[in-house]
């Protein structure tokens, strides 16, 4: 049963075995298996349930839609945007359907270093292959590559270093080019498509527009979750108290750690958002003589991991993909204003766009501000810069060893390059700084916030057990990119969405128990 | 938290755009008449005042020329979808724009009294600003300019953008 919040007419006060906050990857995983195992769930959703029909493709429309504060929610320096969903399905509406495992080295990495338990790769493989049969996740077929991922692809290939193709989950793609603004041809095998209705028909109930105001707890054990119906314009108009022994929270870990701190969670070592990361991105064009045409086709489906490295303490840290943006996202990032910008908008068809992302170190953190809204608290340090320099000259030989005219760095001010050499050898630090990623040098947008109440069996360094169970307050859950201890390095769906099927197997426990 | 971050742009704004602005109202740069606006325009706003109105029409003349788009419309319009305290500091960054920015360039006149050129220079300072938080409002205020052309037709016709694949997209 869907119940949409401008639908409810009083306060009420609602029973249930369960009750799931966020349906993104973390919250419909949970959802899903709990249902079947015959919990009676409710599940709450800020923003309003979308089908094909409402993806527009248009962009001035669709980022109020799918994206938290209209797609403009950024760091509280303003040097980061954070992108975030808000429908049902959360980011896995608007996300590029990229899909990669948790690196085996992260999760050493966790369990040597951050003493998590129970969470290596041979544990996680069952959910792994699970979730992806689940998600029909597949390699992108060569075929399929449109001409900004082919010169990647060139540009990689004629440096000899490491690359290769991305794996999607997307079923009848028609490779029309819109997947950051929604699938009009419900394609993407999201959560709201494959989990939510499966959830749905074993019984679940699925409050949309309707946002979680405070987890209800006594101090050591969780009771429930107050939330706010919002009318048709989003505004809090009649309470729901939901009353449940197990509650699981995913709403992202910007969402997650914002509501946790609003309901003052028991935090003794105060390690609640204190440990945000955020993979941080920025772009670089390159200018060919050809058309290139990137708007259309499968926006990435190749990848450069000749500067990823996700061993602890590696020197390569940056992942580099494509990024092509539609008009308004490609106006935004190009320098300049007046004449100047209209000239680089007349070569809009003629670029190439790759992104290069920071496997961050970076430590960031969120609360809630006075309004009760997320305070992002992030600047990159100078070793992240440096990464992310790497990245942007290794984004630049490869635009230039596929032919690229001219590259440019959109940073303030913008560097243009049209010798090849500048970005080669010594000269590439002259041309491209270490310092261009720092704050308010580059537009860095990031996708993937995480770890924010990373999970560890020590207490004083985390705020989930190994289990995902909060260490002070007994039958809370935690089941999103929020307990991940470090970043991951890349795209976070299937790292999501497979925590949240394994972990989902105590939360089924504690259910019964309670 | 960490010292530098507590000096937010808001802060600034609070420190910085006051004391400008006090210094610019003693020499009479502030005045906040003078701005006209068609009644029915005026009646349609829902956070601009007729001067903000008249400034951000302005600004976004500049940041799109040579095309045009009615950006102070959709700056209101997009203005009214954004939390209270990201409203409140873009409407105080257009007031900037208008009162303090032009002085440091040693004009004793508003930004909409200014010509073409000395409109851009004022806008090019605030793009390449040494302070961080001007840099960033900079963008905030041309996102939203390029956001109200962009999303036109007319302007995907001009850099050979197809647009959306679906006819339902259009309707």
């Known amino acids: ?514 | 938290m960490a010292p530098v971050l507590d000096r937010s742009r808001r802060r600034f704004l609070g420190w910085a755009g006051l004391g400008t602005l006090g210094l610019a109202a003693a020499i009479g740069a502030v005045r906040s008449t003078g701005y006209e606006l068609h009644p029915e325009t005026l009646a349609r706003l829902r956070v601009l005042s007729a001067w903000q109105y008249v400034v951000m029409h302005a600004i976004g003349r500049r940041m799109l020329e040579p095309e045009t788009a009615d950006v102070a419309a959709f700056a209101d319009e997009y203005l009214s979808g954004l939390p209270e305290l990201e409203r409140t500091e873009l409407v105080k960054l257009i007031a900037f724009i208008e009162h303090v920015a032009p002085l440091w360039h040693g004009h004793l006149r508003r930004f909409t009294d200014l010509d073409d050129d000395e409109q851009d220079t004022v806008l090019e300072t605030l793009e390449h600003s040494a302070i961080a938080q001007l840099r960033a409002g900079f963008a905030a205020i041309k996102a939203m300019s390029m956001m109200a052309y962009y999303r036109l037709p007319r302007a995907w016709e001009a850099i050979g953008y197809r647009g959306p694949v679906s006819p339902r997209s259009l309707k």
């Open chain 1, 1 to 514: 049963m869907i119940v949409r919040g401008p639908d409810v007419s009083k306060s009420r006060v609602v029973e249930c075995d369960v009750v799931v906050i966020g349906t993104g990857a973390g919250g419909g995983m949970a959802m899903r298996r709990l249902a079947e195992a015959g919990a009676n769930v409710v599940a709450i959703e800020e923003g309003p349930l979308l089908d094909a029909s409402d993806m527009t493709q248009l962009e001035d429309d669709m980022l109020p839609k799918l994206y938290q504060e209209r797609g403009a929610r950024m760091t509280e320096d303003f040097s980061v945007r954070v992108l975030g969903g808000r429908c049902v399905g959360g980011s896995t509406v608007h996300n590029i359907n990229l899909c990669k495992r948790l690196a085996p080295e992260v999760l050493r990495h966790w369990a040597e270093d951050f003493a998590v338990s129970g969470l290596g790769e041979p544990e996680l493989r069952p959910s792994f292959e699970r979730v992806e049969h689940e998600l029909d996740v597949s390699a992108i077929p060569p075929g399929d590559r449109n001409r900004n991922n082919r010169l990647l692809q060139r540009g990689v290939e004629a440096l000899g270093w490491r690359g290769g193709a991305l794996s999607h989950n997307r079923v009848g793609c028609q490779k029309s080019g819109f997947c950051a603004l929604g699938c009009p041809f419900a394609a993407k095998q999201s959560s709201e498509k494959v989990l939510v209705p499966a959830a749905l028909a074993r019984g679940a109930t699925l409050y949309t527009e309707t946002s979680a105001l405070r987890i209800l707890h006594d101090g050591s054990r969780a009771l429930g979750v107050l939330a706010a119906a919002l009318d048709e314009r989003g505004r809090p108009r009649h309470e729901v108290r939901i009353n449940a022994p197990v509650v699981v929270l995913a709403a992202s870990a910007i969402g997650s750690a914002t509501l946790a701190h609003r309901s003052a969670l028991p935090d003794p070592h105060a390690q609640l958002g204190q440990r945000l990361h955020l993979h941080p991105g920025a772009a670089v064009v390159g200018v060919f003589a050809d058309p290139v045409d990137g708007d259309r086709g499968i926006p990435q489906s190749y990848e450069c991991t000749e500067w990823l490295d996700l061993a602890p303490g590696s020197d390569k840290r940056v992942w580099v993909t494509t990024a092509f943006a539609h008009p308004i996202g490609a106006a935004v990032t190009l320098p300049g204003f007046g004449r100047r910008h209209r000239e680089w908008m007349k070569r809009y068809r003629h670029i190439a766009v790759l992104s290069a992302m920071v496997h961050d170190e970076t430590v960031g953190q969120v609360s809630a501000r006075r309004d009760g809204r997320p305070r992002i608290r992030y600047a990159m340090s100078e070793a992240d810069s440096a990464q992310l320099a790497l990245g942007l000259r290794a984004g630049a030989r490869i635009l230039f060893a596929a032919g690229a005219k001219s590259v440019l760095i959109p940073s303030v001010p913008p560097i243009e390059i049209s010798d090849p050499a500048a970005v080669d050898g010594d000269r590439a630090v002259e041309t491209i700084p270490d310092q261009v990623g720092l704050p308010h040098h580059i537009a860095l947008t990031a996708a993937h916030p995480m770890s924010t109440l990373p999970l560890g069996d020590d207490p004083t360094r985390s705020v989930v057990q190994s289990t995902g169970e909060h260490h002070q307050l007994s039958g809370l859950f935690v089941l999103d990119g929020s307990v991940f201890p470090t970043s991951i390095g890349g795209p976070p769906q299937i790292p999501i969405y497979t925590l949240s099927h394994h972990l989902s197997a105590h939360v089924i426990e504690r259910a019964k128990r309670s």
